[in-house]
């Protein structure tokens, strides 16, 4: 199975800050990477596809990038919605596996 | 609009069945794959099984292999999870996700998700 490992676990940081969220993945999965945004009480959203799409909906502050092993998630300016743990995801092949999540915090 | 609409949920005893159906709408159920996914209280996404378009080919993991079935029934846009033999560690929140035939695989469409306790 295909282990993905996401750092942080916890992120706090301040409104306006540029934040990055890594995802690594214990073996090539090309760019079969999603991002889901997960607000408290509720079910995850899609974010991010094929590892640097946004999906529609979401804040062009949101940015994905990375392919191979190595994926990242960017907020270029933090917002108080933005409030969330986010998962990675990859697709590449079964069982699809989610990375263990970050929890962003505002200040 | 798009619409997944999780039910069947509840508490039930450690050892016995349960069967939870996603209910969908807004969209042409049968170009998308089905997933569940699961979420213990606090914890992380965890994917249970997908059921693709045509209904052919099931995945499971491997937490949940020989004792889980999904289906669906395109005719009514819903998909169904069979759990049997249920044990503590399979509470949680599961929700049903829908994947595009023609996407990326990612999970565009998810249901808000029913609780499933296992407790006597």
């Known amino acids: 199975d295909i282990q993905l490992t996401q750092s942080p676990s916890f992120l706090s940081a301040s409104v306006g800050d540029r934040v990055t969220i890594t995802c690594r993945a214990s073996q090539g999965i090309s760019s079969y990477l999603a991002w889901y945004q997960q607000k408290p009480g509720r079910a995850p959203k899609l974010l991010i596809y094929?590892?640097?799409t946004l999906q529609g909906g979401f804040s062009s502050r949101f940015g994905g990038g990375g392919s191979g092993t190595e994926f990242t998630l960017t907020i270029s300016s933090l917002q108080p919605e933005d409030l969330a743990t986010y998962y990675c995801?990859?697709?590449?092949?079964?069982?699809?596996?989610f990375g263990q999540g970050t929890k962003l915090e505002i200040k | 609009q798009v619409q997944l609409a999780e039910s069947g949920g509840g508490v039930v005893q450690p050892g016995r069945s349960l069967s939870l159906s996603c209910t969908t709408s807004g969209f042409t159920f049968e170009n998308y794959g089905m997933h569940w996914v699961r979420q213990a209280l606090g914890k992380g996404l965890e994917w249970v099984a997908v059921?693709?378009?045509?209904?052919?080919?099931?995945?499971?993991a491997d937490s949940v292999e020989g004792r889980f079935t999904v289906s669906r029934d395109n005719s009514k846009k819903t998909s169904y999870l069979q759990m049997n033999t249920l044990a503590a560690e399979d509470t949680a929140v599961y929700y049903c996700?829908?994947?595009?035939?023609f996407g990326s695989g990612s999970f565009d469409f998810w249901g808000q998700g029913t609780m499933v306790t296992v407790s006597s």
């Open positions: 995801q990859q697709l590449n092949s079964y069982p699809y596996t």
């Open positions: 996700a829908a994947t595009n035939n």
């Open positions: 094929g590892a640097s």
């Open positions: 059921i693709w378009s045509d209904g052919s080919t099931q995945y499971y």
